[in-house]
């Protein structure tokens, strides 16, 4: 059985195995981020990091509370009243799992759109539904851009696969998705949790020897610079908003 590290209405941390944590998400109605859980993710990341300590084998997995819903990105209409707001919530948790020292799965239970794809790629790796939900970031539909939005997807995907996320607004199926190399793995509902444990216990030891970070770095450095950048800047606004909503 696992063990309850947090047990709060809107997020769950619970501990398998001894080194594997999975946060479960479930801020209804479609785990959509504002500044407030935006900083309760961050909280869970680090409850991680510290429990763990350093020289650690571990691993984290994000996943949502069904098999509807990933996360479909961010509170928008919260910009109307703090303009900063991605800068104190969205910015930071996304430099977080970059930087994170330990191996991340983003277990993509359902729809993920928006906001969620740069989330779900800052993660090193990705398992999506097979059967259900859809994987789009519809910035150019928006009109929408913020400073090292195209970051990861020019980072971690192919040149063709990154034009089709950021500037076509490509809607992926599972199965897609990992033909384009955007995840990892596909499984049936039943069965995500499953092959995204396996994920987790087959790299965790990976990071035992304290540079699992830095050498992350050496690939993603660039998007980690870029969110840091970005994060609790108020000095000028990094973000443009968006035109639309979705």
Not at 1 to 24: C, H, K, W
Not at 97 to 119: E, R, S, Y
Not at 129 to 149: C, Y
Not at 166 to 185: I, P, Q, S
């Amino acid at each position: 059985m696992p063990q309850s590290i947090i047990n709060e209405p809107t997020l769950a941390l619970d501990r398998y195995d001894g080194n594997i944590f999975v946060i479960t998400m479930r801020k209804a109605p479609e785990n959509r981020v504002n500044v407030a859980y935006a900083q309760k993710l961050i909280s869970a990341f680090n409850k991680v990091r510290q429990i763990l300590g350093t020289d650690s084998e571990g691993a984290v997995i994000t996943k949502g509370n069904d098999a509807k819903f990933w996360c479909t990105g961010l509170e928008l209409e919260e910009a109307n009243t703090n303009p900063f707001a991605n800068s104190e919530g969205f910015f930071p948790l996304l430099a977080t799992i970059v930087d994170f020292p330990f191996p991340t799965i983003a277990l993509i239970t359902g729809h993920t759109f928006g906001g969620a794809c740069p989330f779900a790629l800052s993660h090193d790796y990705r398992v999506m539904n097979s059967k259900r939900g859809f994987f789009s970031m519809p910035p150019v539909n928006l009109g929408l851009h913020f400073p090292g939005i195209g970051t990861l997807p020019r980072l971690k995907l192919h040149p063709q696969v990154a034009r089709k996320m950021l500037l076509e607004a490509h809607r992926w199926t599972g199965t897609e998705a990992l033909k384009d190399g955007v995840v990892d793995a596909i499984a049936e509902p039943e069965k995500m949790f499953d092959v995204a444990m396996e994920l987790a216990r087959k790299w965790a030891p990976k990071a035992k020897m304290g540079v699992y970070g830095t050498l992350r770095n050496e690939l993603v450095g660039e998007a980690a610079k870029s969110f840091r950048e970005i994060s609790y800047n108020y000095s000028r606004k990094a973000d443009h908003p968006a035109k639309a909503k979705i």
